[in-house]
């Protein structure tokens, strides 16, 4: 049990930790501040949190639990507004898509009271944001990585994982480096990809008219090119590295398809196209992942 919970990011993925954190008992009470005061005020009318903070730095000021929930180029700032009222005896946690550079922000900023944080990225979300879509159930059920680093004490790897395991997440953990490799693979290359299908069609002259003609396949494909554009703009900065390794691997795959195609070589095609369609049908989604 936390007694309060200092939460800096009231939208969708703060304001459903919130929530889910009060309804397992896990917090007694929440400060929460976000870069917006009506955001602020809209969370606390909603009961999200209970108590409006005018600033990071008051958010955090009595909390034993802090949750970071920002957009991961704004962690930096962020741990340089808190890090004053950082005590020992704090669990501070984020959310962000990429880890690298939150870890590195993190040692940049934080310094002696980096052993305190815990980088951690719960394999869930909305097309939508915003605090009135913050949802109890979001994280339930749901996989959550942790990416600590040498410097990160073990109790307080111990004690985030117990948190959200106490909010029914699957937990497991990784190194930083890793991570990024793996989600520019499995989540950035393909919202790049959703995003630049979207435009190549609506950029065309006749783009309406073709989308008019869209059906369920499309919409599955397509659903998460109307992801949250802030926050994305971010995350595919944030792990330029290696989502340009794998946009290398993706150009080289559709230039295959490409050359079948105009040379009309239908065996080759089927067998590229088999060979997909088997990695396909025997993956299996994780359980609890979206």
């Not at 009470?29 to 005061?37: F, I, L, N, Q, T």
């Not at 009961?47 to 909390?63: C, K, R, T």
């Not at 305190?116 to 990225?121: A, D, G, L, S």
Request: glycine share 8%; net charge neutral; aromatic share 6%.
């Amino acid at each position: 049990m936390f007694e309060q919970l200092g939460l800096i990011g009231c939208g969708l993925m703060g304001g459903s930790f919130a929530l889910a954190a009060k309804r397992a008992g896990l917090v007694r009470r929440v400060v929460g501040y976000s870069k917006s005061p009506s955001t602020t005020e809209r969370a606390r009318q909603l009961g999200v949190i209970d108590v409006e903070a005018p600033s990071a730095l008051q958010a955090v000021s009595g909390s034993d639990l802090v949750l970071l929930a920002v957009p991961v180029a704004a962690t930096e700032t962020t741990f340089k507004s808190i890090r004053h009222l950082l005590t020992p005896e704090m669990l501070v946690v984020d959310v962000g898509s990429t880890k690298r550079d939150v870890v590195d922000a993190a040692r940049r900023a934080l310094k002696g009271a980096v052993g305190n944080f815990v980088p951690c990225h719960p394999i869930t979300g909305r097309e939508v944001s915003g605090v009135e879509n913050a949802d109890a159930e979001l994280y339930k059920g749901k996989p959550v990585i942790l990416t600590p680093i040498e410097r990160t004490l073990t109790k307080k790897i111990d004690q985030a994982e117990a948190m959200w395991q106490a909010l029914g997440c699957r937990v497991s953990r990784m190194s930083p480096e890793s991570h990024d490799a793996a989600f520019a693979a499995i989540s950035h290359l393909p919202h790049l990809i959703a995003f630049a299908l979207m435009n190549s069609i609506a950029g065309q002259p006749r783009g309406n008219e073709f989308l008019s003609l869209a059906g369920p396949g499309f919409r599955d494909f397509s659903r998460i090119a109307a992801s949250d554009p802030h926050m994305w703009r971010d995350v595919l900065i944030a792990n330029r590295e290696e989502l340009a390794e794998q946009m290398r691997h993706f150009q080289h795959a559709l230039a295959q398809f490409e050359q079948l195609i105009a040379a009309g070589q239908t065996d080759a095609l089927e067998q590229l196209i088999t060979q997909a369609s088997h990695a396909r049908a025997t993956w299996r989604l994780t359980p609890g992942a979206q």
